[in-house]
């Protein structure tokens, strides 16, 4: 009586009583939600997406411009999904070859079971990996594939205790990243002098990526509604995501020269929506 009285004291008598639970566990339940939605759109935009391609994409005369863009949407989406996958398989595969590589080491050792395998063992397969010359990322993946197995054995009840669990990975460096000197800067800047479509555009290319900062995908990826040169302003995205970046007057006159007299020649008559394009 004595424990059930203190039991049903301490049970919580209302909802403010109850404990919310920590953040860690409603981050938790955040992604597994998110990672939910997610699929269930990806599966649901994929079925479109066969739907659409059996269709032989044949569109009519009724459809509106608001289908046109959500078949596009499907499109990249579909696009962005199969990436995915790829990335997906070659993780896989490269996992599957980090555990032979193991099983061999194990076997040369004349230990076939898993259950035989220690925490020594797996230590001692560090250092042989650190000995062959591994670079400490390498050893790092690799112990990530080791620990996953090992755990999922020791979930499984085929091994009685994880070997892996205690397993650290060698500190990984951090490498200072390797800057140009202010006259490295202008002489790189000063490379192309010449009065070519090509050189001009290369010109404006080089400025306008000192004057901003951004990276060289997001630049070769910018479009000509992109650039307001009125404002000097430069809208760059990443994904959905869309940030604006001011440029000053010297990349102005790059920019307007380009635009003018070397992005015509370059293009020969042809249309494109791309800022800056090939020869």
């Known amino acids: 009586p004595a424990d059930t009285a203190s039991h049903l004291s301490n049970k919580p008598r209302n909802a403010r009583e109850r404990r919310k639970p920590?953040?860690?566990?409603?981050?938790?339940?955040?992604?597994?939600?998110?990672?939910?939605t997610e699929r269930r759109a990806a599966n649901y935009f994929a079925?479109?997406?066969?739907?659409?391609?059996?269709?032989?994409?044949?569109?009519?005369?009724?459809?509106?411009?608001r289908q046109e863009i959500d078949r596009h949407r499907r499109d990249e989406l579909a696009e962005r999904i199969a990436a995915k996958h790829?990335?997906?398989?070659?993780?896989?595969?490269?996992?599957s070859e980090q555990r032979d590589e193991l099983k061999k080491y194990l076997e040369e050792k004349g230990i076939t079971d898993v259950t035989r395998v220690?925490?020594?063992?797996?230590?001692?397969?560090?250092?042989?990996?650190?000995?062959?010359?591994?670079?400490?990322?390498?050893?790092?993946?690799?112990?990530?594939?080791?620990?996953?197995?090992?755990?999922?054995?020791?979930?499984?009840?085929?091994?009685?205790?994880?070997?892996?669990?205690?397993?650290?990975?060698?500190?990984?460096?951090?490498?200072?990243?390797?800057i140009l000197s202010v006259d490295e800067v202008n002489r790189l800047l000063a490379q192309p002098e010449g009065k070519t479509p090509k050189e001009i555009r290369d010109k404006a290319?080089?400025?306008?990526?000192?004057?901003?900062?951004?990276?060289?995908?997001?630049?070769?990826?910018?479009?000509?509604?992109?650039?307001?040169?009125?404002?000097?302003f430069l809208t760059c995205r990443d994904g959905e995501k869309e940030r604006?970046?001011?440029?000053?007057?010297?990349?102005?006159?790059?920019?307007r020269a380009y635009l003018e007299k070397a992005r015509p020649e370059l293009l020969k008559g042809n249309e494109s929506t791309w800022l800056f394009t090939n020869c």
């Open 244 to 255: 604006g970046i001011p440029f000053g007057k010297k990349v102005n006159q790059y920019l």
């Open 86 to 95: 790829r990335r997906t398989r070659h993780r896989n595969r490269q996992r």
């Open 22 to 36: 920590g953040k860690p566990v409603r981050r938790i339940k955040q992604r597994q939600h998110r990672q939910h």
């Open 205 to 232: 290319m080089l400025e306008l990526l000192y004057a901003t900062g951004i990276r060289v995908s997001e630049l070769i990826g910018l479009e000509l509604q992109d650039v307001n040169l009125a404002v000097g």
């Open 47 to 65: 079925d479109a997406h066969r739907c659409i391609h059996h269709a032989g994409f044949a569109l009519s005369r009724r459809t509106s411009v």
């Open 118 to 178: 220690t925490r020594t063992v797996l230590n001692s397969y560090v250092l042989y990996l650190e000995k062959e010359g591994r670079a400490t990322t390498t050893i790092s993946r690799m112990l990530a594939s080791i620990k996953a197995f090992f755990h999922y054995e020791f979930r499984e009840g085929v091994i009685k205790k994880d070997p892996a669990e205690l397993l650290k990975a060698p500190k990984i460096e951090k490498k200072a990243p390797v």
